[in-house]
């Protein structure tokens, strides 16, 4: 159930018995041959699906993150760090202020890591306030998944080409990672990784995606009844 959905009174309804909702935060950024929503198309998938078999409200999803290393790729759109944690807040007071109380942060964009802190210090400011943080790609059960298969996981590789973030032909080839030193800024970082793939297997079968997906929504649904 989305935001989008609803008006102002079907909330208000909702609000009376439920002070749980999902946010979702994402990206615009390059993502190799997959779509440049994919850290939006991924989590946007799992809030569905959680709220499909919860109840839980979705709110819109922020389509913009911190992506400043990708600046040089088109189709990248960043937010400067301070001015996402600064929308994040907004969008956190808004919702405290009519009565959600535990908000499950749906994050898809590694990037965006750096609100964490600030997400605590708005949790001991406001009382009653309640977070979980759950980035999908970074769960063990995701990585059991992909260790049975003998499959590394990496930005824009296999584990993010859902057939919903694929808009293109796909190489069948893997790609070896390029050997990083340092913090590589925009141009250095397009210089190293070309196709913006930063390798492994471009695409798994479609039962392997299945299995991701399924063990991100296990997770999920175990860790939203906070």
Known sequence: MRLEELNWMDVESYLAEEDRIILVLGATEQHGYLSLLTDVKIPQALADAASASTGVLIAPPLNFGVSPYFATYPGTISL??????????DIVRSLYGVGFRRIF???GHGGNSGVRTRLTELANEMDGLKFIWYSWWESHSIEAVAMKHELKTAHANWMEAFPFTRVANLPADAKIPPKVIGVPNAEETRALY????????????????DEVFAAALTDILEFIQF
């Open 194 to 209: 070309g196709d913006g793939m930063f390798g492994g297997a471009y695409l798994a079968s479609g039962e392997i995606m």
């Open 105 to 107: 942060i749906m994050n």
């Open 80 to 89: 400067r760090t301070s001015t996402f944690l600064a929308v994040v807040e």
